[in-house]
């Protein structure tokens, strides 16, 4: 494994900021299972990464000092800490991206379209719903709150679901996945914390939130799907055999990474769901521990 750890807990949050400093230049063209199609796919999720976390940070940034947490303590230093560790995920799912290049994956240009997918969608949705009283920032928050909640639950199934841990081979890339994987659910309840205590628990911050997460599925599956098959494209690998790998990998109903998280992902809409009601807690020491974070 290829990286270099630097722990640091200056917010004084529940959870650390990893500084860390990844070397992709020996990870082979097919790192997992030497199967274009499972690197792809792991290609086009690390894709997303770059503007998804960005608008993560924004949107928390947009409302921190809202009278309803500004003076919260503890929140504010939770904020800090989630910040943090999504700049450090950026920074280095960017380096992975950048380091595509040498394979001949021009992965720059998949998060440029997903920043206008982004941008896109977010100002869409803010203008349909401005004639209910609902504003850009609890628009953009609310997409955080549902996003945040699909990355803990892929997260989850990464550090739980065994096949694909037998396919994440390259252990510079399986170790990349695994920390964020941690730290995913590390900081899983902060955004919605925050949006929760701006916006309570009303009927309209259930009605946003729920439409929200149904909205950034469908986008999320069709921006990823395109990618995969371009990426395939690009190597002359959209075969039969590739998607099927995909498939088995993803989507198949007893060990896709994807099927895996339906129950969790539908928790979501409870009405009285807390990120929090799902504990990882003893699986997060367990990873902790086994990664030496
Ligand atoms: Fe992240
Ligand atoms: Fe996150």
Same mark, same amino acid.
Request: charged share 30%.
């Given at each position: 494994m290829n990286a270099k750890v630097n722990i640091s807990n200056r917010a004084g949050a529940s959870f650390p900021v990893r500084r860390m400093n990844f070397d992709f !230049?020996?990870?082979?063209?097919?790192?997992? %299972? !030497?199967?274009a199609g499972i690197t792809h796919f792991m290609t086009a999720l690390s894709a997303l990464f770059p503007d998804g976390e960005k608008l993560f940070i924004d949107s928390v940034r947009a409302v921190r000092y809202h009278p309803a947490i500004k003076d919260n303590e503890a929140l504010q230093k939770e904020i800090s800490a989630f910040i943090g560790q999504e700049a450090m995920h950026t920074h280095e799912h960017a380096g992975f991206n950048a380091s595509a290049q040498k394979y001949g994956h021009d992965v720059a240009k998949y998060e440029r379209e997903t920043g206008k997918v982004i941008q896109g969608a977010r100002k869409w949705f803010a203008r349909v719903v401005? &004639?209910?009283?609902?504003t850009q920032e609890m628009v953009d928050l609310t997409a955080t709150t549902a996003l945040e909640h699909f990355t803990a639950t892929l997260a989850s199934q990464l550090l739980l679901n065994k096949h694909i841990q037998e396919l994440m081979t390259d252990p510079t890339m399986s170790y990349m996945w695994y920390w964020h994987a941690v730290e995913e659910n590390e900081h899983k309840a902060v955004a919605y914390d925050v949006y929760e205590e701006i916006f309570g628990r009303g009927v309209k911050s259930y009605a946003l939130r729920n439409t929200a997460l149904v909205m950034a599925m469908a986008l999320i599956f069709v921006t990823q799907s395109s990618f995969v098959i371009r990426l395939l494209k690009e190597d002359g690998k959209l075969n039969l055999k590739e998607l099927g790998m995909i498939y088995k990998y993803a989507y198949s109903p007893s060990k896709g990474v994807i099927t895996g998280m339906t129950r969790e992902m539908l928790?979501?809409? %409870? &009405?009285?769901?807390? &990120?929090?009601?799902? !504990?990882t807690v003893a699986l997060l020491e367990k990873w902790k521990a086994k990664l030496g974070i």
């Open positions: !230049d020996q990870v082979p063209e097919y790192w997992a %299972k !030497d199967s401005r &004639p209910f009283g609902m928790a979501y809409f %409870k &009405p009285g769901f807390h &990120p929090n009601d799902l !504990d």
